[in-house]
């Protein structure tokens, strides 16, 4: 009997605003608090509370490590095959 797969994982993409404070962390610690969380959110993209907002554009979805002290604001893509990040708070 074949190894049960493990979940897809969505890919990962970041905005330019985003892409801009990822270069901003300096420290290990930080990069690998994130790196966490967006495993997390990459397996199970849903996992973020949705935040409110008008019917047009994209559902924006916040996600939120207490443990590493991470926030993503994301919005994942019809087929849940990306995960876009717009915003990242270590």
């Known amino acids: 009997m074949p190894a049960p797969h493990s979940p ?5 993409a970041f905005s330019d605003s985003a892409a801009k404070q990822l270069d901003a962390l ?5 990069l690998h608090a994130l790196d966490r969380a967006l495993v997390v959110v990459s397996v199970h993209p849903n996992v973020g509370r949705p935040i409110p907002a008008g019917a047009a554009g994209p559902q924006l979805r916040e996600y939120a490590d207490e443990v590493e002290h991470v926030r993503l604001l994301y919005w994942v893509s019809a087929l849940g095959t990306i995960v876009l990040v717009a ?3 270590v």
Do not use: L, P
Request: hydrophobic share 40%; no cysteine.
């Open 26 to 30: 300096t420290s290990e610690a930080e």
């Open 8 to 12: 897809r994982r969505a890919r990962i």
């Open 87 to 89: 915003f990242i708070e």
